[in-house]
Each structure stands twice: as C-alpha cells, then as structure tokens.
C-alpha cells in the first residue's frame, strides 16, 4: 500500500481496490429502485442473481411488516448483465455511493 497514513491512505485504497472488478470481470452495484417486499419480486431478484453467478452483498427491506415496502440491495454483477438486470428483475442499478471524510473534499 505504500505510504498510507491513517485513515486516509487506507481509505483512499480500500476505495480503489473496491471500484475495480473481481477477477470474474464483476462490479459491484446498488439497486435502490424497482425491488419490493413481495414474493413475486423477490422470487425474480433471487432466482436471477443465483442463476447468472451474481454475488448478493447485502439486501434490506425498510419495512418488511408491510407487503410491498422498499427494498434495496447490493449486487456484483457482470457489466453486460446490468440491461438484463433490469429487464427481469425490475431493478435499477446505480453506482455505490463513495464515503469521503471532511478532508478529502478538495479534490472533487
């Protein structure tokens, strides 16, 4: 890692490692819109994610006392896939959000 100095060395290369592809060529993604709470839903996510080799990072529903309530996940997915994502699962993909501390926000 070089001359890293806590956090921000560490930071800045954890990010870096992270926004490049695995070596299947996968990315990793968001999916905050187009997931619901429903069986239906779910069914399509789950079963298309197992069935194209997509890891699942992490899923969470905001309200699952509710049918239908939001549901957001985190996917690495191939970079051909993200067309096919959408058009089965109903999910839009976009990238992950990047966590800057108060010092790093020169560069932008």
């Known amino acids: 890692m070089g001359k890293c100095s806590w956090p921000n060395g560490t930071c800045q290369h954890f990010a870096e490692k992270e926004s490049k592809p695995d070596h299947l060529g996968r ?7 187009g997931l619901n709470y429903s069986k239906a839903s779910m069914t399509r996510f ?9 890891e699942i990072g992490s899923i969470h ?3 699952p006392e509710f049918k239908g309530s939001h549901v957001s996940a ?3 997915i191939y970079p051909d896939m993200f067309e096919a ?5 109903g999910g839009k993909l976009t990238e992950p959000p990047v966590v800057r501390f108060a010092g790093e926000w020169s560069d932008v």
Request: with cysteine; charged share 15%; glycine share 4%.
């Open 27 to 33: 990315v990793w993604m968001h999916c905050d819109e």
């Open 74 to 76: 985190t996917v690495r």
């Open 85 to 89: 994502f959408t058009d089965m699962t």
């Open 61 to 63: 529903a905001y309200s």
């Open 46 to 54: 789950v079963m298309f994610c197992l069935g194209n080799y997509i």
